[in-house]
């Protein structure tokens, strides 16, 4: 049985950066076509990919959020870091953590992560 | 960046009716196309993949098809559990985009 557990902050202020750790069980991201990435949804609103790396080490990114994520995985921790830097308050939203296999949809999810961006 | 969109926003139903619900690509996905069920507060689950393919634990009443350019998710006959925000995501390129959803909501 595969499980993702997100944790990281729950409030920020704007200009923050935002660390989003997801610690998952039931998978290892040394084995082939294995992913773990970031999903987020804001309040009422629709679903947005992020980012996510895969087992040999290929990252990919939201072409509109590039330049402000970063995606890293500690193999030996069985855990998957999300960075996004210069938080804004349009970035509230849900963050969750998402299990995917090459050539696949995203297949398992974390429980999410409410992330509020407020002065 | 492949553009899912949803149709329509939100359906009224009651319990027991048969439900449709349609999802376009604004290019072609291959097979490559899912349903995912989100209740409210909980985060979304997977249903169906490659068009019409059920996830492990998923009822017989939920079916998946396509026709052209039309991807169709069907429930036979809606139980009161199936109150919820669906949406299609296309896994073909990268973004993986997913739809607007649809709200199926008690009539």
């Known amino acids: 049985q595969i499980t993702l557990r997100q944790s990281g902050p729950t409030l920020m202020e704007p200009t923050q950066t935002l660390t989003l750790t997801c610690t998952f069980s039931?998978?290892?991201?040394?084995?082939?076509?294995?992913?773990v990435g970031w999903v987020r949804q804001p309040p009422g609103k629709a679903l947005e990919w992020l980012a996510i790396i895969y087992w040999d080490d290929d990252e990919r990114y939201s072409p509109s959020l590039r330049s402000r994520l970063i995606i890293t995985k500690d193999i030996s921790r069985n855990q998957v870091v999300l960075t996004m830097t210069d938080m804004d308050v349009v970035d509230t939203a849900t963050y969750y953590c998402v299990h995917r296999r090459a050539y696949s949809p995203v297949t398992n999810w974390g429980q999410g992560t409410r992330v509020a961006v407020s002065s | 960046e492949i553009v899912m969109t949803q149709s329509p926003a939100t359906l009224s139903v009651s319990p027991g009716e048969r439900v449709t619900l349609s999802c376009r690509a604004s290019q072609s996905v291959s097979r490559d196309l899912a349903w995912h069920q989100q209740k409210p507060g909980q985060a979304p689950r997977l249903l169906i993949y490659?068009?019409?393919t059920r996830a492990t634990g998923i009822p017989v009443r939920f079916s998946g098809s396509v026709s052209g350019t039309e991807f169709t998710l069907t429930i036979s006959s809606l139980q009161s559990e199936d109150f919820a925000i669906y949406y299609c995501q296309q896994y073909n390129e990268w973004p993986l985009t997913f739809g607007g959803g649809t709200k199926v909501e008690i009539k």
């Open positions: 490659d068009i019409s």
């Open positions: 039931g998978l290892s991201l040394i084995t082939h076509g294995e992913g």
